[in-house]
């Protein structure tokens, strides 16, 4: 099936550092997705794209539909503690299901 | 906020026994996934359903079967749980509206152990 590549799979950053995650494919999107997950609780969605070449905000969360249609990328600019969590690229074509990333671990050293 | 329920919330089962999850949602929404989570391989889609008595497998079905008999609710079984089958089981419910697609929203899961 198809597989997105996410990295890195974890990060240690300083509070009040900007942070960049990205995820790249094989295959082309449609749509691109991030989500993040905190300990104990499903996924949330942060941020969702829907054409090539998008690049959407959403407060301190920047994200973008890359052009080929086959990767995305998330910032985070000047994280703080409650950004720590599992933050996952999940990607659609069409109506079928969506293909998620593994995951980018997330800790935060205030 | 759209209202989607997983139940039980922790289970352990002994090897070999069926277990049955529920996943439960208030808002008539017709498509719902069951993924699992495990450390290294992030979430895998398991089953889905398309609306009532229409579902369809995923990446890594085999082992668990799938029913959705009425809108609100989508079972997943374990006809003979296995310790690979120990996990984070997560539903979803695909959210859109006026021709804009919100996604999915998940439940906060069921963690299963099977011992």
């Known amino acids: 099936g198809q597989q997105l590549n996410q990295s890195p799979q974890s990060m240690f950053i300083q509070e009040g550092e900007d942070v960049s995650m990205n995820c790249t494919s094989s295959?082309?999107?449609?749509?691109w997705l991030w989500y993040k997950q905190d300990p104990g609780e499903g996924p949330v969605l942060l941020i969702a794209?829907?054409?090539?070449?998008e690049l959407t905000s959403n407060g301190r969360l920047t994200a973008q539909f890359g052009i080929t249609r086959k990767d995305s990328f998330l910032n985070i600019s000047a994280s703080i503690p409650s950004d720590v969590g599992i933050y996952f690229c999940?990607?659609?074509?069409?109506?079928?299901?969506?293909?998620f990333g593994k995951g980018t671990r997330l800790s935060v050293i205030a | 906020d759209a209202g989607i329920t997983q139940s039980p919330r922790h289970k352990v089962t002994e090897t070999g026994t069926p277990v049955t999850l529920r996943c439960h949602q208030t808002?008539?929404?017709?498509?719902m996934y069951w993924y699992r989570q495990d450390p290294g391989h992030g979430l895998r889609l398991i089953h889905y359903?398309?609306?009532?008595?229409?579902?369809d497998k995923g990446e890594v079905s085999d082992g668990y079967s799938v029913s959705r008999s009425k809108t609100e609710d989508f079972l997943l079984t374990l006809e003979s749980a296995t310790s690979s089958q120990t996990s984070v089981y997560f539903c979803?419910?695909?959210?859109?509206?006026?021709?804009?697609?919100?996604?999915?929203?998940f439940g906060s899961g069921t963690r299963l152990t099977v011992v």
């Open positions: 794209l829907y054409k090539a070449g």
């Open positions: 979803a419910i695909s959210v859109s509206g006026q021709g804009i697609d919100y996604g999915y929203t």
């Open positions: 999940a990607g659609q074509l069409g109506n079928t299901p969506l293909v």
């Open positions: 808002e008539n929404h017709r498509y």
């Open positions: 295959s082309i999107f449609n749509t």
């Open positions: 359903s398309y609306g009532v008595k229409d579902t």
